[in-house]
Structures are given as structure tokens and as C-alpha cells.
């Protein structure tokens, strides 16, 4: 039946949602005084404590490489022999002894640690880009659910508007008891759907601020635009981004060197290093003074160091095969990652171009049948609910596009705060 308007009703005031008959889907106000991505990304680089751990640990690799190039200090002491022979003081003098490592042993060990060095250094830009696609997927989450509050919000105003709509036409007995109920419903629905879009934006928004490195941080609009830009990526483009430098891939690559460098270390441990002593002495009893060389070269017929060279064989074989085995698992999650983006690419389209649009269009032709007097208005409220979950619907999808991308351009790196 439609709703007419009698003589002792004026026309019931309706919250119509701001949009328009031609679909734009969902445009960001620019809020200038909100936070960009670029200021959390510049600001996560600064206070992300993992980016610091990262740091130190390359940096105290740098101190080992050095450490492994020096050579063993000399030995200086005090050097006595027969004391109290005929009542005389002996020998008295001093002694230098050095060990002279041979087989370029100290080269090796320098060149070994140059590889954890160079490991790190891989292991720190993998974490710089671990944050910065840790603070892109979080951001779009945060402003995807600040968008989500802004939308359930005006859910909620609708079902209120319905309930004091309701409540009217039932005075005047042009609406029943159940058609109160149903709207009583739809509007409790709604302020469910308001508290979770709350609570879920306040997770978001800690969740941004503890991988920025400030969660103390108060609430603060997010400025920036859900839809995405730029050109779509493709499987190949991806997969050679992936596969081509991959930070993870490239340490391992190093490791792989160093137990290369370490076969050889091992093959060169039996080679004896040289320890020369050398002592001068004042013999008291002939009143003259004597000097004494000695020379010790150990000689490998026990231990010919087989055991640490069969380790060091076995390391280099698990470290090369490391390397295959790292490719395999980013090619795993690629497949994973590329599917996300697909699927939420296609579905973001979908709702674009097709389904928002026609939401759009049925919302104007059930207001201009409304305004006749010829729709119900619980048709128009669930008109304007239909374009609404519609619209959440979307910005779900969009919410997944950004995050599916941000991982795949940030060559699948994220969970920074991971211990590793």
C-alpha cells in the first residue's frame, strides 16, 4: 500500500544519503589536517624499534669482520733461570713471543664475516621494507574503517528516521504493529553494525600506531585515498620483482658464499702456524748475557681437521639448497598474494562500474516514486540500506585491494614485529 500524506501530516522529514544520481563511487574528502601515508611511513622508518635492531645487528657484524682481519697480539714477559745458584740471582731477563698465522687463515676469517656483513645489510632493507608494507596495509585498514564508521553512522540515522516514521503512521493507522517491529529491528541492526565499525576503527588505528613506533598516539583523521592508482600489476612484473631481489633471497645467497669461503678456511687449518720466542737474558754467574730463539711449528698428524671440513662441505650444501628453498616459499606466497589481489581488483571493478551504479539508480527512481506517492516508505529505507551495505561492501574490497598490492610491492615482506 502506498503512503499518502493526509491533511493532519505534514510530509515526514527523510534522511536521504548524499549521493547522487550519476555514481562516483566512493571519493575521499581531503582532510588537511589528517595524517598521510607518506608522514606515518617517514615516521615508522624513525621509531620502529625492529629497524633499529636491524641496525645494531649489522653493525656489530662489521665489528666482527673487522675483528677477524687482526692478527694475535705479541707476549712480553719476565724471564728467570736458575735462582740461588751459588747464592747468584741466575738468568734474569725478558722474553717476546709470537704466533705467526700462516695459510692466509686471517684473510679467510675476513672474508667469511665480510659475507654477514653483507648479509645484514640485506636483512636491514628487508626490514625497512617490512615496515614500510606494514605501515601501507594498516593505513588503508584504518582508513577503510574510518570510511566504514562515517557509513554506519548514517545506517543508524536512517533506522532512527524509520522508527520515528513508523512510530507516526502508526498513530495515524496508516501502519501496523509489525511494520514498527521490523523497524525497531533495523535500527538496533544498525547501531550493531556503528559499534563494531567503532571498535574496529580503534583496533585499526592502535594497530597503525604500534608498527609507526607511537602508540600513545591519539586518534588522528587518516588523509588519503582508498582507490588505488596507477597501472594494474601483472604475474610477470611481480614475479620478477619478487624473485630478482628479494632481500631474503639475496641473504641467503650471502650465506651461501660464506660456507663457501669457510670450506676453504677449514681445508687451510691444518697448516701450522708458526710461534717464535725470544729471550735475552743476564747470567749472573759467568757475569754475561745470553739470548735464546725458539721456534714451534705444531705438526698435524693427530688432527688433520677432517671432521670441521666435512661439517663445513655439509653447511655449504644446506646453504645452497637454502636458496632453492627460499625461491620455492616466495613463489608459494606470490601465488597466494597475486590471488588476493586478483580477486579483490575484480571485485572492487564489479561494484564500481556495475553494482554501486545500479544501487545508485534504484535509490533515485524509489525517491522519485516516493516523492509521487507511490513507494512505501519502508521500500525507499531499504532502498537507501541496500546502497549503503553496497557501499561497505566495497570498501571492503577496496580496503583488500591496498593491502594485496602493498604486499606484493613490498616484495611479500611484512610482519615487522616478528621476532627473527
Known amino acids: 500500500m502506498a503512503v499518502k500524506n493526509s491533511p493532519a501530516d505534514e510530509p515526514l522529514p527523510l534522511l ?3 549521493i547522487p544520481v550519476e555514481h562516483s563511487t566512493l571519493e575521499e574528502v581531503t582532510n588537511a589536517s589528517g595524517l598521510s601515508l607518506s608522514e606515518l611511513q617517514t615516521t615508522a622508518l624513525q621509531n620502529n624499534p625492529s629497524l633499529t635492531v636491524a641496525a645494531a645487528r649489522w653493525n656489530a657484524a662489521r665489528g666482527k669482520q673487522f675483528q677477524a682481519g687482526r692478527y694475535p697480539n705479541p707476549v712480553a714477559g719476565y724471564h728467570a733461570t736458575e735462582v740461588g745458584n751459588l747464592g747468584t740471582a741466575g738468568s734474569q731477563g725478558g722474553f717476546v713471543s709470537q704466533r705467526f698465522v700462516t695459510g692466509g687463515k686471517l684473510e679467510l676469517d675476513q672474508a667469511a664475516a665480510g659475507e654477514t656483513v653483507r648479509e645484514h645489510d640485506y636483512l636491514y632493507r628487508a626490514q625497512e621494507r617490512r615496515i614500510m608494507t606494514d605501515v601501507t596495509i594498516r593505513f588503508y585498514e584504518a582508513l577503510s574503517a574510518q570510511k566504514k564508521v562515517e557509513l554506519t553512522e548514517q545506517l ?34 544498525a547501531e550493531i553494525l556503528f559499534d563494531n565499525a567503532r571498535n574496529q576503527s580503534e583496533e585499526t588505528w592502535r594497530r597503525l600506531m604500534v608498527v609507526v613506533g607511537t602508540p600513545t598516539m591519539q586518534v588522528t583523521p587518516l588523509h588519503g585515498q582508498l ?3 596507477g597501472e594494474e600489476l601483472d604475474w ?47 747470567n749472573n754467574l759467568t757475569d754475561s748475557d745470553v739470548a735464546n730463539v725458539q721456534i714451534g711449528v705444531p705438526i698435524p698428524v693427530f688432527n688433520k681437521n677432517r671432521g670441521n671440513i666435512r ?25 597466494v598474494a597475486f590471488r588476493r589481489y586478483a580477486n579483490a581488483l575484480q571485485q572492487q571493478q564489479k561494484y564500481q562500474d556495475k553494482i554501486l551504479p545500479r544501487a545508485a539508480r534504484s535509490l533515485a527512481l524509489v525517491r ?11 521500500t525507499l529505507l531499504t532502498s537507501l540500506e541496500t546502497y549503503v551495505q553496497a557501499s561497505l561492501t566495497h570498501l571492503d574490497a577496496l580496503r583488500e585491494l591496498q ?14 614485529l616478528q621476532m627473527r
Open 16 to 18: 536521504i544519503l548524499p
Open 156 to 189: 543508524v540515522s536512517i533506522g532512527d528516521d524509520l522508527v520515528r516514521s513508523t512510530e507516526k503512521l502508526l498513530e495515524a493507522r496508516q501502519s501496523s504493529e509489525n511494520d514498527l517491529l521490523q523497524a525497531q529491528i533495523r535500527a538496533d541492526q
Open 227 to 229: 582507490h588505488p592508482t
Open 236 to 282: 610477470e612484473r611481480c614475479y620478477a620483482s619478487v624473485l630478482a631481489s628479494h632481500p631474503d633471497l639475496n641473504a641467503a645467497r650471502a650465506r651461501a658464499e660464506q660456507a663457501r669461503i669457510l670450506i676453504s678456511r677449514a681445508h687451510q687449518e691444518p697448516i701450522p702456524n708458526v710461534d717464535l720466542f725470544v729471550s735475552m737474558r743476564h
Open 311 to 335: 661439517a663445513a662441505d655439509a653447511n655449504w650444501i644446506a646453504a645452497c639448497h637454502d636458496i632453492k628453498r627460499i625461491e620455492l616459499a616466495l613463489q608459494d606466497q606470490l601465488a
Open 368 to 378: 522519485k516514486g516516493y516523492d509521487n506517492g507511490q513507494v512505501e516508505y519502508l
Open 403 to 416: 593491502s594485496a598490492k602493498a604486499l606484493l610491492e613490498g616484495q611479500l615482506l611484512s610482519s615487522s
